[in-house]
């Protein structure tokens, strides 16, 4: 029989490796281009992807307000793969994503929205934003965050002109 204590480090030691291998996945992945955020004349947020490489079928915009911790708070998959310039109506998605409900977005919360191609480790740079500063967002213009670590928006571009800026600076590059 084998003492508890030894299948209690070997238990851990199996769970630290499962959970090692799931960060590892996600650590270093290939960049697909940048996410900014614009908006909608009907007032509603829109998540704007410029895709440099391969194509995006998904994105999750997760609450990173909610208890301190970034968690799922809603995702969106593409009925198809979206490549060149993606666009992501919170308010309403369109014939291109599967899920047809708006966001529930919360004025005092910061909210991260993730791009990425399901299957493979490749995923666009983020962009962080909180629910009330949307606002402050001209219609035409797409914004993302100056760097990963920061939620402030600054004007990237126009919305027609998103791709072109981003991919012109190196895919995910700001």
């Avoid at 900014?36 to 915009?61: I, L």
């Amino acid at each position: 029989m084998v003492p508890r204590a030894h299948r209690t480090v070997v238990s851990l030691t199996g769970l630290a490796a499962v959970v090692g291998g799931l960060v590892g996945c996600s650590s270093d992945p290939v960049a697909l281009g940048a996410a900014g955020v614009t908006m909608a004349p009907s007032g509603d947020p829109v998540v704007m992807v410029a895709v440099c490489t391969g194509h995006v079928d998904a994105v999750t915009v997760w609450d990173s307000t909610a208890g301190g911790s970034a968690r799922a708070n809603q995702v969106w998959h593409a009925i198809r793969h979206l490549d060149g310039t993606v666009r992501l109506d919170l308010g309403h998605p369109g014939a291109d994503w599967s899920r047809q409900r708006p966001a529930r977005l919360r004025p005092a919360h910061t909210y991260v929205a993730l791009p990425v191609q399901s299957g493979v480790d490749a995923e666009a740079a983020q962009v962080s934003f909180r629910a009330r500063d949307l606002e402050q967002i001209r219609p035409g213009s797409v914004y993302v965050n100056p760097t990963p670590e920061s939620s402030r928006l600054v004007r990237a571009s126009s919305v027609s002109g998103f791709r072109d800026h981003i991919c012109a600076r190196g895919a995910g590059a700001r």
